[in-house]
């Protein structure tokens, strides 16, 4: 009888298999089979969790371990690790991921005991699941790695298949991309191979999700298609369409997502209640949210019905996030049709859910919802209370926003970047307090960092320290664009805060952004530029400059904001000169700053490479070579030119070298997407990520760090305003103390004289790194034929400029 119940278990005839295992604990219970009875009851709850009878799987594991508990052999460690496994899958799905993690622990002991290799890795698998519901995906990767290690050994396997998927679905979720795709491939081979139907749906749709990530919108629809075929039942088939949906949509084709819409509402209707039917309907529902007329696909009524059935259903399987995350969606419909007191009340309701489960994701939602509404009656105190709120559940989650249910949460441009905007706007209202200053500045620092989170899809900026303990000379600049200004917070150490706007749109002020950069190009008008230049000029600095701010000041450091972050602050022009001929200039993302020491108060060591010809599709640099023999005349190097610049080279010199310098010129892209941000060695790619592993190399001893970085060759992604995120991201994460590179594919004659200069500026004593490239521009303006802006204001220095 138990094995006819595993038959018809593994065939996803869970009803079927209810009745069987229902008989089963009966027969046994008659012929005194405790250990059997026990197994049937265990088996039993296994089903009735797949029927989403949550009381009844309850009852049902409760009797097995009574059972258990009751006879208490010695020799069945196998029974109890079965009976425990079931348990702890019970206490994953029911919300209690921390118990289930203990208990699959004591699963996985048992299950050692009783010499079952595969049973122990099995729990290994489900506690990694666990840690990524709890938002612990770094901790499940490293376990899910160790695991497929071992699966790797052995035969193709359901449970070889399993750990497969789930370290294909984490490097998903944590934006390994190309890695997923691969192992999730490889799971998919499996499954085909041994017939594991029940596990096909769930490998395409996450390759689905993959392709669509990877800018396949065709192979991605063809996955989806394919999960409706090979669906085992309609909650599968379901998640297919929806999946269809988002592809549609976010690639603007309503005309084929306006049919699947009135489909998708009808199966919802029809599926039971469970954990993933709530979600599904929540994240239909989110989707459709999302679209300026969602009535184009369905009438509001219909998903306002949606939301109220989903709330009801999450109450009576008492589970509290779905009931949180229907209400805001609930919410956000009445605001759609300005029913401003009902969204208030749903709003409110579902915060103070979250906020007694603790659900720091939902809170940031929520809070945000609440506070939008105040802000919309006009009670701006307290929308900033609830502001605050939002942001606070924010930072709480750091680097594991990535960890939020998926389904219902959307982009960081979306759901998290308008929180700290719109609360920075609220606070620099009218004539602000240094009180609100002091809030303002330290969320523009918050919005960075949290940006920086975002793009390497994990917590970057730890170790830090505040710039006025390292440089009490330096200014500090955070102009920030909002919808109807643009505001300039302007600090110093030990001075009050000064705060500076211009009255203009958004739009206007991104209008003069993209004008200036156009014209950075040597081939525009320079009348014309220096004419927006200044425009710019008077709106971030003249101010201060007027009132006399900048008298003491050496370095000014800017914490720039959006598109800003594209133009090179040293060659903002003041109609005689630029800025870099008055101050040296560096851009960090806020105070937040690891200490550094100067260099040029000891002997510089570097590692120099570079590529000067032809290579992978892209084109010649040929003064590289000339530039990397100077710089190595300049300054003991040890150096890789061409052939000898691999990645393993670079790894290497980096790991036994006690350099304190990298200078690397060769191709190089930054881009707002962490796949496309990368280095080009003689023998390929290297992506951000591993360079920034490979430069920190050299153990945790901060004698050995890096002191500064060079990237002279570089571009960042055309048309990408955000793409110096990726320049950030490297300057923090790499663990280098500074960096220097181009915002723009530079002359390479030029970058080699700048860069020459540069180095025999920093062999000077008491000179810091800013100073000195600030003397190298200097020099190309004055003394060169490459005065124009194009050729040496593309040079910014990011990190600690001492």
Partial sequence: MLEQGRNLYQLGNFTEAVKVWQSATQHYRNYHDHLNESLSWSYL????????????????????????????????????????NTQASLQLQTGKAETAITTWQQAQKYYEQAGDTIGSLGTQINQAQALQNLGFYRRSKQQLES?????????????KLSGLRSLGLTLQIIGDIPKSQEVLTQSLAIAEKIGAKPHLSSILLHLGKSASELQDPQTALNYFDEVEQVATNPSEQLQGRLAQLKLFLNYNKPELAAPLAPQILKQLKELPPSHTSLYAAINFAATLNRENNPEKFLPLKDLGELMAS???????????????????????????????????????????????????????????QVGRLYKQQGNIPAAIDAYTEAVKALSALRGDLVAINADVQFSFRESVEPVYRELVGLLLEQQPTQDKLVKARDLIEALQVAELDNFFREACLDKAKQIDQVDPTATVIYPIILPDRLAVIISQSGQPLHYYVTSKTQGEIEQVLDKLLAGLNPVSDSKERDRISQQLYDWLIRPAEKDQIFKNTKTLVFVLDGKLRNIPMGGLYDGEKYL???????????????TAQSISSHRINAIVGGISQARSGF??????????????????SDMLLNQEFTSQALAENVKFSSASVVHLATHGQFSSRLEDTFLLTWDGKVNVKELSELLQNRGSDPS???????????????????????????AVKSGARSTIATLWPVKDKAAATLMTNFYEQLRKPNITKAEALRQAQINLIRQT?????????GFVLVGNWF
């Fill in 45 to 84: 709850s296994l089903a009735q969790q797949e029927l989403n009878q949550w009381e009844a799987a309850q009852e049902s594991i409760n009797n097995s371990l009574k059972i258990l508990q009751a006879v208490q052999p010695a020799g069945d460690a196998m029974i109890w690790a079965q009976v425990l």
């Fill in 147 to 159: 695991i497929a290690q071992k699966l790797a050994l052995m035969p193709d396997s359901e449970i």
């Fill in 310 to 368: 989903t709330v009801k259903s999450a109450q009576q399987i008492q589970y509290a996030p779905a009931e949180a995350y229907a209400l805001h969606q609930w919410g956000k419909l009445y605001i759609r049709t300005k029913q401003y007191a009902q969204a208030q009340k749903l709003a409110a309701k579902s915060l103070a859910i979250a906020r007694q489960i603790h659900a720091d994701d939902i809170i940031a939602q929520s809070a945000w």
């Fill in 580 to 594: 870099v001929e008055k101050y040296a200039i560096a851009l960090s993302p806020g105070l937040q700053l690891m």
């Fill in 619 to 636: 084109s010649a640099l040929p003064a590289v070579e000339a530039e990397v023999k100077e710089i190595a005349k300049a300054v003991s």
């Fill in 704 to 730: 050995k760090a890096i002191e500064l970085l060079v990237l002279s060759a570089c571009d960042t992604a055309t048309g990408d305003d955000r793409a110096v995120l990726g320049l950030a991201g490297l």
């Fill in 785 to 793: 034929d490459f005065h124009d802006p194009f050729f040496w204001s």
